[in-house]
């Protein structure tokens, strides 16, 4: 058994390409180890900054641009390595707050939820997507075959 989770395209194919190290997610995980990514059944418009922008033409093949469109199947693995809030890579949402001196506690400002980064390490992309599987909401488990 494998532990999955969907991520909508392009996210999840900049991920399993090695372009985006972080995803970010409203909620923590203590969650360390390979996780398959799954292109969810919704595609997102997303808004790129500059150096996003940068690191895509600088990093991802040509002929894989097709792969940023699929939906609906699991496109790889990823390692999730870490949670914090507010890593330093260009990928990482941050939340506006402060780390408590005595507690190392972070308290963000204004009563909003915090954003984790989950720090990925070691992608693999798949060769053969595995079309036509239904995603879920936070981890779920994936009981099929897994390319090699």
């Known amino acids: 058994m494998n532990k999955a989770i969907s991520v909508k395209n392009p996210w999840a194919y900049l991920i399993v390409s090695g372009i985006k190290p972080i995803e970010n997610r409203t909620w923590s995980t203590k969650f360390r180890g390979r996780v398959l990514i799954h292109a969810s059944g919704q595609l997102c418009n997303p808004v790129f900054t500059s150096e996003q922008e940068y690191d895509i033409k600088r990093l991802m093949p040509v002929n894989d641009l097709w792969r940023g469109n699929i939906q609906g199947a699991i496109v790889g693995s990823v390692e999730i390595v870490d949670c914090v809030i507010n890593h330093s890579s260009i990928w990482a949402e941050k939340t506006e707050g402060v780390t408590d001196v005595n507690t190392k506690e972070f308290i963000p400002s204004n009563k909003q939820k915090p954003i984790y980064n989950w720090v990925l390490k070691n992608p693999t ?18 009981n099929g075959e897994i390319p090699e």
């Open 125 to 142: 992309l798949f060769e053969n997507p595995i079309l036509n599987i239904k995603g879920k909401l936070s981890f779920w488990d994936y």
